[in-house]
């Protein structure tokens, strides 16, 4: 398959690139573990037709039993909705964790990461019918992947599962191609019982009350921070939770920033995304990452003046945070930011729930790190 595939890409016109990978498709043996389908017909008879989150509709005749996933965010949001995992067919080397993702241990290897370059010999390998793929991470480019697996039969479709505003909507997406209506109706009953225990605790705090805070996104050290502003998924987190994400009105969804812009903003707490952090899921610290970073930003010339830094309210939050348990996870931040308001709520119950509820383990790891 080496040699052959690397002659495809470089060498066929596109109707030779057809008539072979149908040969191929025929006679592959890649990826034999997953060539047990679910009932691919789990929509009931009939056309599905969804709108990914670039706004592009795909047709499928029937619910597609071969996809490949690279991102947990996409396979997570599967396990919400009960869609059997026999249809994944490859993946990303981010499901390393055999205790999360056990069915996933023997699957196709497909790329080394979410944000790494895709191994389409692999991929062909595992003939999937549908490649789902970040939308709007400025690390992917979609276009590129579209513009390569679209004309051998693959449909790319683009979401994210990270951003609070679309995230019920590409939840609906998968629903739709699977057929899980009434599990998705259940999953936002979850989701709209949380969100209102919380905002009936903040929705009334006035703006002054609100904590000002500073989002930084791979915190550096040694060059200007990178913040998450307007678009990102932070801002609508931070707000629901009682904040105020001090630059949400520079555009995109992160930006780089000098440090006298954070100095000049002086704000209340500091808040570190925590994907290059040793936390999350069977993570615990164990180096203490976060106390060093911690320590180091205290260093940073000028922090020391700094209300977030003299107060002790500077967090770092697993990468769980913003992906499909961001409505669990938001009571933690909004007690994290109104302690007073939330005295009675023991905010690890919510996410002990989404690991019970919807990933059939026991939460087990560091999910947050105060100074």
């Not at 707000?239 to 995109?252: M, Q, S, T, Y």
Request: glycine share 6%; proline share 4%.
């Amino acid at each position: 398959m080496s040699n052959l595939s690397s002659k495809l890409f470089s060498s066929l016109n596109l109707n030779k690139l057809f008539g072979i990978l149908i040969i191929l498709l025929i006679f592959s043996p890649g990826c034999l573990q997953s060539m047990e389908l679910v009932d691919s017909n789990e929509n009931g008879g009939g056309g599905i037709g969804v709108t990914d989150s670039l706004g592009v509709y795909h047709y499928f005749e029937e619910s597609p039993s071969r996809i490949a996933i690279t991102n947990t965010y996409a396979a997570s949001v599967m396990r919400m909705l009960n869609v059997n995992s026999s249809v994944i067919v490859g993946v990303s080397g981010d499901f390393y964790d055999e205790a999360l993702w056990p069915e996933l241990a023997d699957t196709h290897i497909i790329q080394q990461s979410a944000h790494s370059e895709i191994d389409f010999e692999a991929l062909l390998d595992c003939r999937p019918e549908v490649y789902i793929v970040f939308a709007t991470n400025g690390m992917v480019d979609t276009n590129a992947i579209k513009n390569k697996l679209e004309p051998v039969g693959i449909k790319v479709l683009a979401l994210d599962f990270y951003k609070y505003d679309s995230l019920r909507a590409e939840i609906g997406v998968i629903a739709d191609l699977f057929n899980k209506l009434e599990e998705k109706q259940i999953l936002f009953d979850d989701f709209d019982a949380i969100e209102n225990e919380i905002l009936e605790r903040t929705s009334n705090i006035s703006e002054d009350e609100r904590p000002t805070v500073v989002m930084e996104h791979h915190a550096s050290l040694t060059r200007d921070p990178v913040v998450l502003t307007g678009t990102s998924q932070w801002t609508d987190i931070i707000e629901k939770a009682g904040g105020i994400n001090v630059f949400k009105d520079l555009p995109g969804h992160t930006t780089h920033v000098d440090m006298e812009a954070i100095l000049d903003e002086n704000p209340d707490v500091l808040m570190f995304d925590g994907i290059t952090f040793d936390i999350g899921f069977n993570a615990f610290d164990e180096d203490d990452m976060c106390g060093t970073h911690m320590d180091f930003i205290r260093d940073r010339p000028g922090f020391d003046n700094m209300n977030a830094v003299n107060n002790n309210r500077m967090i770092i939050m697993s990468g769980e945070f913003a992906g499909p348990m961001m409505i669990h996870g938001l009571p933690t931040l909004a007690k994290i930011l109104h302690p007073e308001l939330f005295v009675d709520l023991n905010t690890d119950l919510f996410i002990e729930d989404y690991f019970e509820k919807y990933h059939n383990i026991v939460k087990n790891g560091k999910f947050v790190c105060n100074s």
